[in-house]
């Protein structure tokens, strides 16, 4: 095998590093990856890493960035999985939105089976709380702002496609990418939650309350509740499908053809 190039070292040393966030989880932070420590996992001395980088801060800000950028799936993936079949199935808009809440619950909580998803619910918490110190670096700050935005086109496209399937259009002046951005500073905060050990509300609604009947995740009662300030039905004559009445939790809403 050839000698490595720099970048060809930089990508391993910033590659071992990541690995280490992964497997340590997000409280460790880039602080507690030590340089020397990547190296001795790579295999390769001192020198090759203080060709690269001034210091070891050096490192832990391009690390930090790396890590902010790697994706290891769509950002709405999950979401789309979640709620697919039901929605082939002309499920109800309540179910859609309890199925795709509760998926980004137990994404944020890691409680998840398949160890793929467990490694992207990882590195999605990992982002995120790095995203939080993001004015540690300007660099730091540009990578979350793009993945920011990245996300946000995203789960626009996806949110359009669930309107497009059960009729509805933004309120105006309003636009898919406010309902979005909306989602997405509520999706995150509940994340951050989860990250604190905070663990999330869960209601059995009975058919006298005033909550629809059924299990809802406060998240999931936070999204009806966008959904029905921002959108509406295209038809005029037509019921909303997350509307508090008159539709019942046994009315099933057709998606639009």
Known sequence: MGRRTGDE???LLLRVGMQMLLERGVSAGVQHIRL???LRRAGLTTGAAYRLW???NDYQRDLAVAMV???LSSPADYARVAVDKLIADGARGDDIIRAAAEAHVRTSAIDVTDPTD???AQQFLIALALRTTADTWPELKEASRQRHHESIAAFAEFYAYLM???GLRMKTPLMVTDFTE???AMGEGFAVRAMEGLEHPVYHAAEDDDVPTGEWTLFALGVRALVNEFMTPIDATARMPFADAPVTPETPIAPAP
């Open 9 to 11: 070292t930089r990508a």
């Open 118 to 120: 467990a490694v992207d």
């Open 164 to 166: 497009e399937a059960y």
């Open 69 to 71: 950028r790697l994706r």
């Open 36 to 38: 020397q420590e990547v």
């Open 182 to 184: 909306a989602m997405a």
């Open 54 to 56: 001034a210091d070891q």
